[in-house]
DNA sequence: CCTATGATCATCT
DNA sequence: GATGATCATAGGA
């Protein structure tokens, strides 16, 4: 049970980044309620070069100002009016670079994530999918802008067996004309816990 | 199996 | 006033 330190989401390496969250465990304590659950899915999102990217050409607003912020804080928005999608902050101040966790295999408090998904059983669409990841976990936008490193929300390296990474394109951003064909998006074949494989 | 559509709002133009 | 790093559901092939 190894804490993930801040200085981890620091690298300039946002891809590799995305690539090696796969295995570690999110945790979450919303209102003195733990859930866990294993990163199964990940994209990156390359600030400033990279067209899918909110802060793609140095765009600076208020929505996207905490991408600018030093690395290992969570940026969390809004989208299409009704998710939440979960990001990590990655690279130094100034740069925008982000990893969009996109699944998760559900571990600690299974029984929360439930009531909150408002299921009865246990399925992937439980938290595969960022906008469910999010919600199983109890995160919304009052939490945009806390470390990843802290009491409400931290990582932790727990690495059981290796997991059997694949390499893709990343899901919904077709606008991005050339940028969506990068293979930034990763996820963990071995798990059933994944959005689109 | 697949494509189409509604929900719903903070942020940007 | 338009739009989106989405999801669940409905209906047709």
Request: with cysteine; hydrophobic share 35%; glycine share 10%.
């Amino acid at each position: 049970m190894k804490k993930i330190p801040a200085s981890f989401f620091q690298s300039h390496q946002v891809v590799q980044l995305a690539e090696e969250l796969l295995g570690c465990e999110l945790c979450t304590t919303i209102n003195g309620v733990l859930t866990t659950g294993i990163i199964t899915e990940t994209e990156a999102y390359a600030g400033k070069g990279d067209k899918a990217c909110h802060a793609h050409m140095g765009r600076f607003t208020k929505r996207t100002s905490v991408m600018y912020e030093s690395g290992g804080i969570a940026y969390i928005y809004l989208c299409y009016g009704i998710h939440h999608l979960f990001n990590i902050v990655t690279n130094t101040k100034g740069n925008a670079d982000a990893v969009l966790i996109r699944a998760i295999e559900p571990k600690t408090g299974i029984d929360i994530m439930l009531s909150r998904r408002k299921k009865s059983k246990l399925d992937k669409t439980l938290s595969s999918g960022p906008g469910n990841v999010s919600k199983a976990l109890g995160l919304d936008k009052s939490l945009n802008g806390i470390s990843v490193c802290g009491e409400k929300i931290w990582l932790q390296n727990t690495q059981k067996e290796p997991v059997n990474i694949v390499k893709t394109t990343r899901i919904g951003v077709d606008y991005a004309g050339e940028d969506a064909k990068l293979p930034w998006r990763f996820y963990d074949a071995n798990s059933s816990f994944v959005s689109v494989k």
